[in-house]
Nanobody, 113 residues
Framework: QLQASGGGLVQAGGSLRLSCAAS????????MGWYRQVPGKQRVLVAF???????NYQDSVKGRFTISRDNAKKTLDLQMNGLKPEDTAVYYC?????????WGQGTEVTVSS
């Protein structure tokens, strides 16, 4: 239902763009988010965009990350600039409409210092 891509290895200060392709549900009616998880810790919300386009970010990524969606293409993106080693994690896309919640498979981001 959700297929994430775009992770990789990047040096500190670099950029990556994550993408998530949705299928099988009414994407435009879902609130979407990017989460990240490091080993031994809980998965945390990084960026969120509502079905209406309103966005919200975790404080640690504000000004560096930008979440966007294309309802026509059914895609969710996360532009990550100014990456830091502490951004290293597995990133997951997610969608929810109050009744159902879907998760992508995760894409790994590694930021070297």
């Amino acid at each position: 239902q959700l297929q994430a891509s775009g992770g990789g290895l990047v040096q500190a200060g670099g950029s990556l763009r994550l993408s998530c392709a949705a299928s099988g549900f009414s994407f435009s009616g879902f609130d979407m988010g990017w989460y990240r998880q490091v080993p031994g810790k809980q998965r945390v919300l990084v960026a969120f965009i509502t079905s209406g386009g309103s966005t919200n970010y975790q404080d640690s990524v504000k000004g560096r990350f930008t979440i966007s969606r294309d309802n026509a293409k059914k895609t969710l993106d996360l532009q990550m600039n100014g990456l830091k080693p502490e951004d290293t994690a597995v990133y997951y896309c997610s969608g929810a409409d109050g009744y159902r919640m879907y998760w992508g498979q995760g894409t790994e981001v590694t930021v070297s210092s």
